[in-house]
């Protein structure tokens, strides 16, 4: 699979390599994600555009996944036994996590295509299965628990917090953009420190990982 995986951004980024990497503090936990010596300073143009205008979020695991993964799996009980949907689930590490952590059953959800190809080959590596959907519009089921990650960096994205709790009893985001959320029924629990995986060198700031708990009224 890391092949497999590489084949699909080797055309648009001539040095980017996919393998596995464990991710720290997450008991194991491994992804395919882009190789850490990848020259993020020296894309050509034509790299630079495709990665602006078709961005490849399952190649990293970003922070606010990272520690929305950590999360679940020092807090199993988030998850245990219940039904569970990921949101944009990129690499699939927050699924993967709840389905490590005893989910009954776990939906990623992404519209990225790939990404989904990503997800169930993260899934094989860490030998869990999933189910994944590619619109959220059209998973018919309710779920007990809803998470997602880095969801809400553009505020058009905010219409989704009402059709969140609509489909979950109770919704997890985890946000190192947004630094105060204000939305009926969601408020800030808590905020940890976290790091992308392979580390962008972000600034310390996005470092920062906001948990807002949502509880449907």
Request: proline share 6%; charged share 25%.
């Amino acid at each position: 699979m890391a092949r497999v995986l590489t084949a699909r951004v080797r055309p648009h980024l001539s040095a980017a390599r996919i393998a596995p990497a464990e991710l720290p503090d997450c008991g194991g936990l491994r992804l395919f994600l882009l190789n850490d010596d990848f020259p993020h300073d020296a894309l050509s143009p034509d790299e630079m555009r495709w990665a602006l205008n078709e961005p490849a979020y399952w190649m990293f695991c970003w922070a606010s996944g990272l520690a929305q993964a950590r999360q679940i799996l020092r807090q199993p009980s988030l998850v245990r036994g219940r039904s569970v949907l990921d949101f944009g689930t990129g690499s699939g590490v927050v699924a993967i996590a709840a389905a490590l952590a005893g989910a009954a059953r776990v939906v990623a959800c992404d519209i990225d295509p790939v990404s989904l190809e990503a997800t169930a080959a993260n899934a094989a590596l860490n030998g869990v299965d999933l189910e994944l959907a590619g619109d959220f519009f059209a998973i018919d089921d309710t779920f007990d628990v809803l998470f997602g990650a880095d969801v809400l960096y553009d505020p058009a994205n905010r219409h989704f917090l009402p059709a969140f709790l609509a489909r979950a009893e109770t919704v997890w985001l985890a946000d190192s953009r947004v630094k105060s959320l204000q939305a009926e029924n969601y408020q800030l629990i808590a905020t940890v420190d976290a790091e992308t995986r392979p580390d962008l060198n972000e600034f310390d700031e996005f470092r920062r990982v906001n948990f807002y708990r949502g509880v449907r009224p």
